[in-house]
Structure formats: C-alpha cells, structure tokens
C-alpha cells in the first residue's frame, strides 16, 4: 500500500519543542518496551513513512541525559 494523498493528510514537521515533550516521556520507559513496540507496530511506521530510528535516537539521547 502506498499514501494516496487524497486519503492522508501531509505529514507536518514536528515543532523543536515537541522533541523535547518527546525525549522527555519516553526517556523513563524501559527500553525493552519501546523496543517491544517498535516489533508491534513496524508495519505502521513503514506504511505511513514514519522513522522509528530517529525516534528511537533522541529517546536514548533523553536517557544518557536524564
């Protein structure tokens, strides 16, 4: 399946602030769990041309801060 641009709305980009509303939530999940995520919802991310890697990239860079 690809995106019809009809059916889904264009992707915006992300405010600097949410990044950091982001790292800061997801920083105190267990890492086996966001992994464990990741597994479960991999078809989304592709489907819908999500990057979990970059998300998964500031949610470590948020743990080796806090």
Do not use: C, H
Not at 8 to 13: A, N, R, V
Not at 37 to 53: A, H, I, K, P
Request: proline share 5%; glycine share 4%; charged share 25%.
């Amino acid at each position: 399946m690809t995106a019809n641009e009809d059916i889904l709305p264009e992707q915006l980009p992300r405010d600097a602030n949410e990044d950091n509303v982001f790292s800061d939530i997801y920083s105190q999940v267990p890492i086996e769990e966001i992994l464990s995520l990741r597994e479960t919802f991999q078809e989304d991310f592709n489907m819908f041309g999500y990057s979990f890697e970059q998300d998964l990239a500031k949610i470590l860079t948020g743990k080796a801060m806090g």
